[in-house]
């Protein structure tokens, strides 16, 4: 099977690297400890701690691999070669949703840097796919859940 692509920025790149760092290092440990202590505890068939401490450990050792395999499958965005004629992975867009004629402030990126609280959209979703390549003060329509919705890009930043 060919692995995807998983595209980043450079900060996104060296936060995945922070949490595979804590997992591996910190979390290892205190799940070590966890284990430790259930163990003391006796008769394992019947020690609830044990068995959520063994389960912890299990989804620690896959969200690693899985932040390995991200790491290994990383194209880091080179922030020197984006620009602002056309919309890229890596720019903030501000639009006017049409419909509600509101202002929005939208951070295109990579699926793995997803961030809705702080407007940070994938280019790989509806309207972030829709936003790419396209330029200042144009219209876009974006294919939604909800219908058809329409964008005018009114600037394009790094």
């Given at each position: 099977m060919e692995e995807k692509e998983v595209i980043l920025t450079q900060e996104g790149y060296e936060n995945l690297e922070k949490e595979l760092n804590y997992l591996r290092t910190e979390k290892r440990a205190e799940i070590a400890d966890r284990i430790k202590v259930a163990l003391?505890?006796?008769?394992l068939s019947e020690n609830?701690?044990?068995?959520?401490?063994k389960t912890a450990q299990a989804e620690n050792e896959v969200k690693i691999a899985e932040l390995e395999n991200k790491i290994?499958?990383?194209?880091?965005?080179?922030?020197?070669?984006?620009?602002?004629?056309?919309v890229q992975i890596g720019n903030i867009v501000k639009v006017l949703d049409m419909e509600f004629d509101e202002?929005?402030?939208y951070t295109i990126v990579g699926s793995t840097e997803v961030n809705l609280a702080e407007n940070k959209i994938s280019n790989e979703?509806?309207?972030?796919?829709?936003?790419?390549?396209?330029?200042k003060n144009h219209v876009v329509e974006?294919?939604?859940?909800a219908g058809i919705m329409k964008y005018k890009i009114l600037s394009i930043k790094k």
């Open positions: 003391g505890f006796g008769d609830s701690e044990y068995d959520e401490a290994r499958h990383a194209k880091i965005i080179d922030e020197s070669e984006i620009d602002t004629e056309t202002k929005v402030e979703s509806p309207l972030g796919s829709s936003l790419l390549g396209a330029k974006v294919n939604a859940p």
